[in-house]
């Protein structure tokens, strides 16, 4: 199958910093990628679609402000989450595939 | 309602069971399903799509009912490495040529020895 990478895996932050998380198609091109959040013990819920060259489209009550999203290749697109706080700490997500989607391993954000 | 509704569970199983789930969803419009199992702290992974006809892989078998929107997985001889969250997942098609998904809550499997 396909194989979409994620960094950082992990990463703990201070309240009030940002972090930016990359997802990379290492053996396809996407032109579009998707980025979801999972809080403990919920499925996956879909933050936003990432459309290489053009703007992102968010779901409904995801602030685009504060979760930007850059899909600036065909291989890479990023969220940075700004000014962090506790409540965004949550396991984020990326998907991309050509056909079936294929998730990469996920960033473990903490915010302190 | 939710779009895509699974059994609540957990399943606890002996190793050597079958166990099967249950899925339904509400947009008649969709056009792919997929069931993906997710490990704890892991991203999900893809386990099988579904395909109308119904469709196996080893031992797991999933089949389609559009009629009534349903998605079961059926899975034997159940192995302690099957235990694990399954994902039903439905998709509604973004721009181009990505699929845009959506999950089911997920359901529990826990096999034990």
């Known amino acids: 199958g396909a194989v979409v990478s994620q960094h950082p895996s992990w990463v703990i932050c201070k309240s009030g910093t940002s972090v930016k998380i990359e997802c990379r198609s290492l053996d396809f091109q996407a032109t579009t990628m998707f980025w979801y959040r999972q809080f403990p013990k919920q499925s996956l819920m879909l933050m936003a679609t990432?459309?290489?060259?053009?703007?992102?489209?968010?779901e409904q009550g995801v602030e685009k402000d504060k979760f930007l999203i850059n899909h600036a290749s065909l291989t890479l697109s990023t969220l940075t989450v700004t000014s962090a706080h506790p409540e965004d700490s949550s396991f984020y997500i990326c998907?991309?595939?050509?056909?079936?989607?294929?998730f990469g391993p996920g960033t473990r954000l903490t915010v302190t | 309602r939710k779009e895509v509704e699974q059994d609540p569970g957990p399943f606890n199983v002996p190793e050597g069971a079958t166990v099967a789930f249950n899925c339904t969803y509400s947009?008649?419009?969709?056009?792919?399903f997929f069931w993906y199992r997710q490990d704890c702290r892991k991203e999900p992974k893809l386990l099988m799509s579904v395909y109308s006809s119904g469709n196996e892989d080893g031992r797991f078998t999933a089949q389609l009912n559009r009629a009534s929107q349903y998605i079961s997985l059926l899975i034997r001889d159940s192995k302690l490495s099957d235990s694990a969250t399954y994902l039903c997942?439905?998709?509604?098609?973004?721009?181009?040529?990505?699929?845009?998904?959506?999950f089911g809550s997920g359901t529990q499997l826990t096999v034990l020895p």
């Open positions: 998907s991309a595939g050509p056909y079936e989607q294929y």
């Open positions: 997942v439905v998709n509604s098609f973004s721009s181009g040529s990505a699929r845009q998904l959506t």
């Open positions: 990432s459309n290489e060259g053009s703007k992102a489209t968010y």
């Open positions: 947009n008649s419009a969709s056009q792919s």
